[in-house]
């Protein structure tokens, strides 16, 4: 899912390549619409990458609770995104860049993104289990993936 025909048309030429194609549902719309444009519909894998900043907090929660309803029992959730850097120096220095990166972000994109601190909480409290964490850029970015957890097996 992405509002851009470019990045659509490239993730079906990859897929394609791949010899993946059958497998790959796109959908030209924002990641807010996510339950309406793919109502009725379960998946193994949900991505989600250098997107989630772009929203705010409550539709962030939004965003993760429909995932967490669209994915499989046992799905996996992949996020790659910027987040704030746990230590203080690294943070001080990724803010201290955004700062300077603010008006020239906004004049090319007319958005400015802004990454979360503890993104991974917001994951857990959609009711997913974090597998995997992995950090580059002194912990400014991060690749996280999450199971969604099987209902209990009744006896």
């Not at 409290?125 to 199971?147: N, P």
Request: proline share 5%; hydrophobic share 50%; net charge positive.
């Amino acid at each position: 899912m992405d509002t851009s025909p470019v990045m659509l048309e490239q993730a079906r030429a990859k897929a394609a390549a791949a010899g993946l194609g059958h497998r790959l549902h796109l959908v030209q719309a924002s990641i807010t619409r996510v339950q309406e444009e793919l109502a009725g519909r379960r998946f193994d894998i949900i991505t989600a990458t250098v997107v989630l900043g772009q929203f705010g907090e409550h539709s962030l929660r939004h965003i993760l609770a429909q995932c967490h309803h669209l994915l499989d029992d046992g799905g996996r959730l992949i996020i790659a995104d910027e987040v704030l850097p746990a230590a203080w120096l690294p943070r001080l220095a990724y803010r201290a860049g955004l700062a300077l990166l603010w008006i020239p972000q906004f004049l090319i994109l007319r958005h400015v993104s802004l990454p979360f601190a503890h993104l991974s909480r917001y994951i857990e409290a959609a009711g997913f289990t974090i597998t995997t964490v992995r950090s580059w850029r002194l912990g400014s970015f991060q690749l996280i993936i999450a199971k969604k957890a099987a209902p209990p097996e009744s006896a």
